[in-house]
T-cell receptor
Framework: QKEVEQDPGPLSVPEGAIVSLNCTYS??????FMWYRQYSRKGPELLMY????GNKEDGRFTAQVDKSSKYISLFIRDSQPSDSATYLC????????????FGKGTKLTVNP | GAVVSQHPSWVICKSGTSVKIECRSL??????MFWYRQFPKQSLMLMAT?????????EQGVEKDKFLINHASLTLSTLTVTSAHPEDSSFYIC???????????????FGPGTRLTVT
């Protein structure tokens, strides 16, 4: 079992839809959770950062962490064609190195 | 957010030559930077952790003599691909954390990447 599981998609939605992206993980020692957006041929861009459990909202984006279920989510409201990209979840262990452990990434297409 | 730059953004070199890629944190200091490579349609693969003023830590399977890393200052790390071969062609990306002014945050910021093509 991989440490971080993420459905690679692809996921295709109409403009304005609510998008739900998810990752599960196996190591309960993960404490820092991030979502990155990566456009083709570009470096990943940090979207959301959460420490431990809870929700965080930033504009159209909401990140949720459920440590009891080892499950994290990213919701995108009112999705736009410009949201079309690959979304990567990433996490870091508490007290360990600062290495990011990534999911495989989900490719999202928002159709106008 | 913090800004990380990379140079060059794209480079073509001949087989057997060496190529240097620079990673700079523009508005913060980073004692630790990370180097990744990414193949098409795949996730990022960590190559090494670059520590300012000390030797880099390489991931298993990464040849340290082939991928030379130098982290000479708090804002600059370089990756040199030595004696490059076509199989080294890839997208190389660095990341950095603002460790000195950001408390306990583990946020990592990525550069825009460098596309290396070895002919």
């Amino acid at each position: 079992q991989k440490e971080v599981e993420q459905d690679p998609g692809p996921l295709s939605v109409p403009e304005g839809a609510i998008v739900s992206l998810n990752c599960t993980y196996s190591n309960s020692a993960f404490q820092y959770f991030m979502w990155y957006r990566q456009y083709s041929r570009k470096g990943p861009e940090l979207l959301m950062y959460t420490y431990s459990s809870g929700n965080k909202e930033d504009g159209r984006f909401t990140a949720q962490v459920d440590k009891s279920s080892k499950y994290i989510s990213l919701f995108i409201r009112d999705s736009q064609p410009s949201d079309s990209a690959t979304y990567l979840c990433a996490m870091i262990l508490q007290g360990g190195s600062e290495k990011l452990v990534f999911g495989k990434g989900t490719k999202l297409t928002v159709n106008p | 957010g913090a800004v990380v730059s990379q140079h060059p953004s794209w480079v073509i070199c001949k087989s057997g030559t060496s190529v240097k890629i620079e990673c700079r944190s523009l508005d913060f200091q980073a004692t630790t930077m990370f180097w990744y490579r990414q193949f098409p349609k795949q996730s990022l693969m960590l190559m090494a952790t670059s520590n300012e003023g000390s030797k880099a830590t390489y991931e298993q399977g990464v040849e340290k003599d082939k991928f030379l890393i130098n982290h000479a200052s708090l804002t600059l790390s370089t990756l040199t691909v030595t004696s490059a071969h076509p199989e080294d062609s890839s997208f190389y990306i660095c990341s950095a954390r603002d460790q000195l002014s950001n408390g306990g945050s583990r946020k990592q910021y990525f550069g825009p990447g460098t596309r290396l093509t070895v002919t």
